[in-house]
């Protein structure tokens, strides 16, 4: 069974609610604390009682629903209609953790039709998303399809790009389900791309292992094997417990499948043993499905029965059709085995009846080839003969290399039992290769390589065919060449005219190169000159000298310590194009802790928004520092107390914001005072230093600086939009 779509409810919080992404257990408190203390009967205190139903759905779904049974009593009494769908629509999917599927059904089709009344598309794609997931449970995958892209559709035409990738993968692992593994696969990787722009983790590991599900039903186990590891270790990176318990039990199926049993068994009693199998009726009977698949395989038909049977009441009890019907197929195995032909039978046919509904391909060959059987062991020759076509037809339209495989060897034992040996031949020639290369050891871990020289085949013959059709051409070029001597000097001439504005078209672009490279150069060298100016150098050095003439040892160490680290890392980020932003506020700090060494003369503070992650960033170096030294020696003038600098670094619409503010006299009227064409060198150096770094990363770099006066506040005001990089941690 496919356990991937267990998080695609968790996409629905953005559908209906906005709410801050903070831990869960606090805005529980939180809204709770909320609710107390607003207690007017009006709209907030009703999508107080809406978001507390959201957040407990998934852990506690009980106080889920009463939260929306009181969101929407409160609703009806305020004439609420938006309020009410809201409430409906949480009902809905707290009954679908409860696989309570009907009353869950009812509440999304109110919801629906309250939202289409009111035009709310968003509240109409949260709906169409929680329906295709609950249908996708049911085992009605192309209804599910259905759903999901009507969602999908409706967040596009809200310009809502977040969910797309989600819905992108759950309809690729529907359309696997369906063995349409050309529009699976397509979707997989469309949704791939987008996560991994993104840089979402979560996304990317629920692909790999999508995937992998994908590549084991067509029986290539090397790849799949590949991306569940690539899934499991992405997992266990970010603590994902709900994935960790997924890939577990993934895998143990793949190893299963391999006839690892110890391995797979191993696996499936970790993935039992966690706490996530324990909250969900649905995880339990789908381990025990899988262990009794493998008991099934082991011929220990004794445990196989107890923990099938005991999975088949499970998903008749939250009405899984797809986990029903894998149950009854298994049954029908055990019965096989055990000669009960009846029983055996009549469980293949209920599965077969299930799965040509649901079109579950997977499932539906596996019942056609359970009918032929039996039918070959009661001497139904026609009908078995009739499934096990089909069975074939169905694994090699979809690719299922295992399933036509055992298909051949029923349809061989079929021709031989009706003396048509030709076929009985053919047949068993089909398998012996289809069992060679999937199952033989030697050639097992080969599966991957020859698909590969197969593609590279495919290639290879579509080079030589266009290699031929370019001799032709080459050929018919030559003969009409031969006949016009002045065509072919007019080509040569073409040809050499092109090659030499080709050549001043890079000699051109080299040199423009080599400039731009001097003026970085240069540039550099007068922001170094800027950075450390000779005042700076020598006050600290007089600074430093009075220390040692006062004999005060221990703080004339530690400013000399202080100094050598400054000018250490200002000389190395000097030589990189690149810094960490960590490194760059070391080097301010360590500049502002020179200046109030001696005396404490300002107050500096550095605040950095929670939304930025400080190890990630690099920016270019040398950008705040000459400011803040602007700051110091020019903005206090006369000013003897209470001196304040502020630096704050904010992440805003992809842009990285440092503004440094002073409550000094402000730059209107230090202009007022000074040479109006002097110009502040480190402005200067870093607008035409900006303006560089803006075409290389590709990004807005600005700096902007103006008198506070005009927001009533005393000092200036210095802004910076820096250009930057972020790496994944």
Known sequence: MRMNFLKSLLLLSIL????????????????????????EKDTIRMQILNDLAYYNYLNHTEEALDYAERAASLADEINSIKGKGQSHYMKGISYVQLDNYNAAIDNFNAAIEIFISLDYLKGLAGCNNALGVLYHYQGDLPKAIGYFQKAMTLEKRLKIKENIPNYLHNIASLYADLGNYEDAFINFEKALSIFRENNNRSGMLNCWNAMALAYVDQGNYPVALTYHNKSLEAAEKTKDSSSIFISFHNIGNLYKQKGNYDKALDLYNRALSMKQSQE???????IKNSMGGLYLEKKDYNKATILIKESLALSREINDQGLEAICLINLGHIYVENKNYPKALNYYKEANEITIISQKRHDLIHSHLGLADVYLQTNNQELALSNANIAVELANKHQYLVHEKNAYDLLSKIYKKTSNYEKALQSHEHFKRLDDSIFNKENIEKITQLEYEYKYKQALDSAKIKELKLTKTVQTTSQDLEKSQRNYLLAVIGVLLLSILLGAIVFYQKLKNAKSKTQNAIMEQKLLRSQMTPHFIFNSLSVLQGMILNKEEKKSVHYLSKFSKLLRITLENSRDKTVLLSQELTAVQDYLALQNLENDAYKCTILVEDSIDIPSFEIPPMLIQPFVENAIEHAF??????????IRLMYIDKKLICTIADNGIGINSK?????????????????????VLSKDYNMEGSVTIEDRAKHDKKGTLVTLVIPHKINAV
Do not use: P, W
């Open 16 to 39: 209906i609610f906005s709410s801050v992404v903070i831990a869960q257990n606090k805005v529980i408190d939180s809204l709770k604390f909320e609710l107390q203390i607003h207690t």
């Open 280 to 286: 969900s009726l649905r995880n339990v009977m789908a």
């Open 637 to 646: 003038v006369n000013q003897i107390d209470d001196r304040k600098i502020d």
């Open 671 to 691: 202009r007022a005072t000074n040479n109006k064409s002097k110009n502040s060198l480190a402005t200067t150096i870093t607008s035409e230093r900006l303006k």
